[in-house]
């Protein structure tokens, strides 16, 4: 089921949706009547009572999880809360980590002098955490897999860009080499894991990276 342009829903029931939300498409309106244009708004042309629980960055693409109704949102959100969805992202960043895996652990909090930036913030900064592994070395260039522990906004794409590694086609923590080597930020929200609100089964999505 294809609602709107390029957008895809995996699965639905009573309870939920597990979208795929395309690079360049908003999760929710941003400010301003330019901004409206997003995927909960296309997908409540269709599914009239979904709910917002998550959200991806603009530019990132991949799984979306929404609910269908106000108990099965709080469910969910509670999941995403105490830690219980697990996620996997695929990127490509500039250079080779000398490492085959590691886990970064920086605090992150808002860069008030660069919105909407965010900034690795020592005194102020809320704890979080990202592991990742190298799946791929091309040409000075990594593919990672990478599981962020904790759900900061921009947490995945500051984090790498904080190591020296920033994700290639990132128009806010990439330099102009790595900015210019991808014509969108190469970050992929791969799969994610939860438990049904309803009836507590496991579930696991996976989505085919684009790039």
Not at 19 to 29: F, R
Not at 49 to 61: C, E, F, K, Y
Not at 69 to 95: T, W
Not at 154 to 177: C, M
């Amino acid at each position: 089921m294809q609602p709107g342009d390029n957008l895809l829903v995996h699965y639905h029931d009573a309870n939920l949706l597990v979208l795929e939300k395309p690079s360049g498409l908003l999760s929710v309106p941003g400010r301003g009547p330019d901004l409206q244009d997003c995927l909960s708004s296309r997908i409540q042309t269709l599914f009239p009572t979904a709910l917002v629980v998550h959200r991806l960055d603009r530019d990132t693409s991949g799984l979306m999880i929404m609910a269908l109704d106000k108990a099965s949102q709080r469910n969910i959100s509670l999941q995403f809360e105490e830690r219980k969805v697990h996620k996997v992202y695929e990127c490509i960043v500039q250079g080779t980590p000398a490492e085959h895996s590691g886990c970064i652990t920086l605090p992150i909090g808002r860069d008030l002098t660069r919105p909407p930036r965010y900034k690795i913030d020592h005194e102020n900064g809320r704890f979080s955490e990202t592991s990742w592994s190298i799946l791929e070395n091309q040409n000075g260039q990594a593919r990672l897999r990478i599981e962020p522990r904790t759900g900061r906004s921009h947490q995945i794409r500051l984090h790498l860009a904080s190591v020296d590694h920033p994700i290639l086609g990132d128009p806010l923590y990439a330099d102009a080499t790595a900015l210019a080597a991808a014509d969108r930020l190469l970050l992929h929200a791969r799969e994610i894991q939860f438990s049904h609100p309803l009836t507590g089964k496991i579930m696991c999505w996976k989505s085919s990276c684009p790039f």
